[in-house]
């Protein structure tokens, strides 16, 4: 094998990948838009974020500039999405309530670019999902948004989010019983 001319000034990836660390950080909106839903009925807020303080600050940026290295295709992590209307109204305007109360002197006033470097207590926890090859692996998710306040009292780490499994299991059933295709 020949060594490559430029093997000494690439630069690795992988070995020293650092994890996001589960419960409360303090997260700071580095971009919000509002668009609809996949099937157009709802309104969405997209809120990016990247966390503002500690052995975390800047764990998002940093992950997607060392993953946009190999992969010009890399998607930015640190997205936050909250429905804004219908029975997820609550829920956006506890949302924007912890937002408010994380920002002093700030009111919101239905312009979503005014939430851009605001911060918020986020909530972290592990979502299960399935890799390009079919297997089960955990991401860290951002799970809820509270007042910085409350993440730095301290907050419970969620449960972890799982895939949703088909519980019909038809490993007992003889050969001759037809399997509903649901």
């Given at each position: 094998?020949?060594?490559?001319?430029?093997?000494?000034?690439?630069?690795?990836?992988?070995?020293?990948?650092?994890?996001?660390t589960?419960?409360?950080?303090?997260?700071?909106?580095?971009?919000?838009?509002?668009?609809?839903?996949?099937?157009?009925?709802?309104?969405?807020?997209?809120?990016?974020?990247?966390?503002?303080?500690?052995?975390?600050?800047?764990?998002?940026?940093?992950?997607?500039?060392?993953?946009?290295t190999?992969?010009?295709?890399?998607?930015?992590?640190?997205i936050?999405?909250?429905?804004?209307?219908?029975?997820?109204?609550?829920?956006?305007?506890?949302?924007?309530?912890?937002?408010?109360?994380?920002?002093?002197?700030?009111?919101?006033?239905?312009?979503?670019?005014?939430?851009?470097?605001?911060?918020?207590?986020?909530?972290?926890?592990?979502?299960?999902?399935?890799?390009?090859?079919?297997?089960?692996?955990?991401?860290?998710?951002?799970?809820?948004?509270?007042?910085?306040?409350?993440?730095?009292?301290?907050?419970?780490?969620?449960?972890?989010?799982?895939?949703?499994?088909?519980?019909?299991?038809?490993?007992?059933?003889?050969?001759?019983?037809?399997?509903?295709?649901?």
């Open positions: 094998m020949i060594k490559p001319s430029n093997w000494d000034s690439v630069e690795e990836i992988g070995g020293d990948f650092k994890r996001l589960l419960g409360g950080h303090v997260c700071q909106i580095k971009n919000v838009r509002v668009e609809k839903t996949a099937n157009g009925d709802k309104e969405v807020m997209v809120i990016q974020y990247d966390i503002a303080n500690g052995d975390c600050a800047n764990y998002y940026t940093e992950d997607f500039q060392r993953r946009f190999s992969n010009p295709d890399a998607k930015y992590q640190g936050y999405r909250q429905l804004t209307e219908g029975n997820s109204q609550k829920f956006f305007k506890g949302m924007l309530t912890a937002i408010e109360k994380s920002n002093q002197g700030y009111v919101w006033n239905w312009d979503e670019k005014s939430l851009k470097g605001k911060f918020f207590g986020g909530v972290f926890g592990e979502e299960e999902y399935l890799n390009g090859r079919g297997e089960k692996k955990m991401s860290t998710k951002c799970f809820y948004i509270r007042s910085v306040d409350q993440v730095l009292a301290g907050v419970e780490i969620p449960k972890p989010k799982l895939l949703k499994t088909d519980n019909y299991d038809t490993s007992s059933f003889g050969t001759d019983v037809e399997v509903p295709n649901w």
